[in-house]
């Protein structure tokens, strides 16, 4: 299995930015998904092996980015303009094969990080 840790979640204002960090056990695929209370898990992007190509829920495109370094086996999301619709915890998460918007394609989770945005 692979062993994922994320951090950096916190309280911010509404417009304010944070930075999610995901230390894996060795270099994948990664993914991150949100839950806020009462709803179900949410997609937010994915990144490839390689960096090289990614995905964004149309929620997040153009304010958030996911990133990776592989030198140290950490994949970001570096989360810009956040809204209190951002609030919920959020989880990495590493895909079996290949990574897409679909919980069931991820066979390991992080324990997530809270963040909360306020208005």
């Known amino acids: 299995h692979v062993q994922l840790v994320e951090s950096g979640g916190g309280l911010v204002q509404a417009g304010g930015s944070l930075r999610l960090a995901c230390a894996a056990s060795?270099?994948?695929?990664m993914g991150w998904f949100r839950q806020a209370p009462g709803k179900e898990r949410e997609f937010v992007a994915v990144?490839?092996?390689?960096?090289?190509?990614?995905l964004y829920a149309d929620s997040v495109k153009d304010r958030f980015t996911i990133s990776r370094d592989n030198a140290k086996n950490t994949v970001y999301l570096q989360m810009n303009s956040l809204k209190p619709e951002d609030t919920a915890v959020y989880y990495c998460?590493?895909?079996?094969?290949?990574?897409?918007?679909?919980?069931?394609?991820?066979?390991?989770w992080g324990q997530g990080t809270q963040v909360t945005v306020s208005s």
């Open positions: 990144i490839s092996w390689s960096g090289g190509s990614t």
């Open positions: 998460a590493s895909p079996g094969v290949i990574g897409g918007p679909s919980p069931t394609q991820y066979d390991d």
């Open positions: 060795g270099r994948y695929a």
